[in-house]
């Protein structure tokens, strides 16, 4: 399960009104609580699981899975390696326009200086504008609009060059 997905299930247990969700998978345990003095907050507890079959056999599982799970990153990492990632300073909701009806920040393509504004993260009612720390052009925007971010995650990949 990706970040993505996670998400999607909070604004979803958010919506329906439960208060509080269990999900259980082979390798990871997410809890979301919802508390109805704190209207749209959320939660979440994530933990991933020790899969059992892994203590039964390490070895011959470890030497199956290794190759297979070793080449995605790799090839991830060598195609954004050239890339500045630009990171959240704080834990919020992410923003790609100022308001709803305004144009959005910047979008991919787009050539940025160092001090333009990004985003916005809203952090307790606080709107925080996260402005670019170097120049270049947007080659992928991470985060969907109007979803949590966590403190460090990635938002934004630029091309320095």
Do not use: W
Request: a negative charge; glycine letters at 4%; charged letters at 25%.
């Amino acid at each position: 399960m990706d970040i993505k997905e996670i998400q999607n299930l909070i604004k979803f247990v958010a919506k329906s009104g439960a208060s509080e969700v269990k999900l259980e998978m082979d390798d990871l345990k997410i809890t979301i609580k919802t508390g109805s003095d704190n209207e749209g907050v959320s939660h979440v507890q994530y933990a991933p699981v020790a899969a059992p079959q892994m203590a039964q056999a390490p070895a011959q599982q470890a030497e199956a899975a290794a190759p297979a799970e070793a080449a995605p990153p790799k090839a991830a990492q060598e195609d954004t390696s050239k890339f500045i990632t630009i990171k959240s300073p704080i834990i919020g909701t992410f923003y790609r326009k100022p308001s709803p009806d305004k144009p959005l920040f910047v979008e991919v393509g787009q050539t940025i200086s160092e001090g333009d504004v990004l985003c916005v993260i809203e952090a307790m009612k606080l709107f925080n504008e996260i402005e670019s720390e170097v120049s270049g052009k947007i080659v992928k925007v991470l985060v969907d609009d109007s979803s949590p971010v966590e403190f460090d995650q990635p938002l934004f990949l630029i091309d320095p060059s």
